[in-house]
């Protein structure tokens, strides 16, 4: 079983800036695809970045609408995956989980469901 605890979520203007954390436990985490959703109030939950690492080659993915924005890095010896959210805007509110699946996601990785692992969430909120 894997756990997931996200944390930074926070209020802050548009145009500022913000790092979420998330800390799982688990001793094969380096081989976890781990990925970022979010859910607005009345919205279905949306991909917003994922990392996941074949044998060879390690991929960053991003949804269209934070690409250039965001970025997603992890830190295998801490257990640990960033998001780290600049030029932040008044839709990035919502709440944002971190996501974890066993293994090389090939694909589908934008998909909520092809994870088997989620955080409690926590919330961002940018005001205008």
């Known amino acids: 079983q894997v756990q997931l605890v996200e944390s930074g979520g926070g209020l802050v203007q548009a145009g500022g800036s913000l790092r979420l954390s998330c800390a799982a436990s688990?001793?094969?985490?380096?081989?976890?695809?781990m990925g970022w959703f979010r859910q607005a109030p009345g919205k279905e939950r949306e991909f917003v970045a994922a990392?996941?690492?074949?044998?060879?080659?390690?991929?960053?993915d991003y949804a269209d609408s934070v690409k250039g924005r965001f970025t997603i890095s992890r830190d295998n010896a801490k257990n640990t995956v960033y998001l780290q959210m600049n030029s932040l805007k008044p839709e990035d509110t919502a709440v944002y989980f971190c996501?974890?699946?066993?293994?090389?996601?090939?694909?589908?990785?934008?998909?909520?469901?092809?994870?088997?692992?989620w955080g409690q969430g926590t919330q961002v909120t940018v005001s205008s």
């Open positions: 996501a974890a699946r066993d293994g090389y996601l090939r694909g589908g990785y934008y998909r909520p469901g092809a994870y088997d692992y």
């Open positions: 688990g001793r094969t985490f380096s081989s976890y695809s």
């Open positions: 990392i996941r690492r074949s044998t060879t080659t390690t991929y960053y």
